[in-house]
Every structure is written in structure tokens, then in C-alpha cells.
């Protein structure tokens, strides 16, 4: 949730989330009421997520090394770090190789920009 709430704070761009968990998208995507005990996050990321026009995508994470390695490298690492323009090597390294393998996406749901009313 904070590289969402960091990326809509840095950017009007759309954003373009890909998540290694069909269960987080469905919990997020799902028109139901959450009643799990992450119903505040998954709430709180709806929220995020209509404020800019954004897409979630499950990518499984073989698809998706670069992300799988930061995910792993954060929770070795116990704190949130940014890295704004190039990221490390090792990085650059892994993104070289998702952008050259295909991607197949699937269960992908638009999120849209809420209107907002001046008065």
C-alpha cells in the first residue's frame, strides 16, 4: 500500500499494479464486502485505487522476477526503501529479463477515477 500511496502522490500517470497473488486481486477486485482481517487494507487500497485511473493484474512469479526479488529483498531487509529514476544493478539486471520473456495477463480489472464535485 505505500508504493501505491507514494505513486499517486509522484505521478498523474496511470498506474499499473502486478500482484503474484490471484487471492489479493480477487479480495481487492470483488465487489463484495471484505470480512477478512485485511478488510482495512483491501479497503483502504480500493480507496487508493480510485483516485487514479490504475489496473491490477495477477502476473504469477515466474513472470515477474524483479518484483518476487524487491518483495524478498524487503522482507530480508524489515524496512521500506525508493529508489527515484535507476534502481540497484541487480535490478536492472532482472527487469532486462521480464521485459524480454512473454506475459500472459489475465483477471484484470480497471479501476476508475472517482469524479470529484466542486462547489
Not at 46 to 65: A, D, F, G, P
Request: glycine share 6%.
Amino acid at each position: 500500500m505505500e508504493g501505491l500511496s507514494s505513486s499517486i502522490q509522484r505521478s498523474d500517470l496511470p498506474i499499473a499494479i502486478e500482484v503474484d497473488s490471484a487471492m489479493v486481486v480477487a479480495m481487492i477486485t470483488g465487489g463484495d464486502m471484505n470480512r477478512s482481517a485485511y478488510a482495512s487494507l483491501v479497503n483502504e487500497i480500493r480507496y487508493l485505487l480510485t483516485l487514479r485511473q490504475s489496473y491490477i493484474t495477477h502476473v504469477s512469479r515466474s513472470q515477474n522476477k524483479a518484483s518476487d526479488s524487491l518483495a524478498t529483498f524487503g522482507r530480508a531487509q524489515g524496512r521500506t526503501l525508493t529508489w527515484i529514476g535507476l534502481g540497484p544493478p541487480e535490478v536492472l539486471e532482472l527487469v532486462a529479463t521480464d521485459c524480454t520473456e512473454p506475459v500472459i495477463e489475465y483477471n484484470t480489472l480497471q479501476f476508475s477515477q472517482k469524479k470529484k464535485k466542486h462547489l
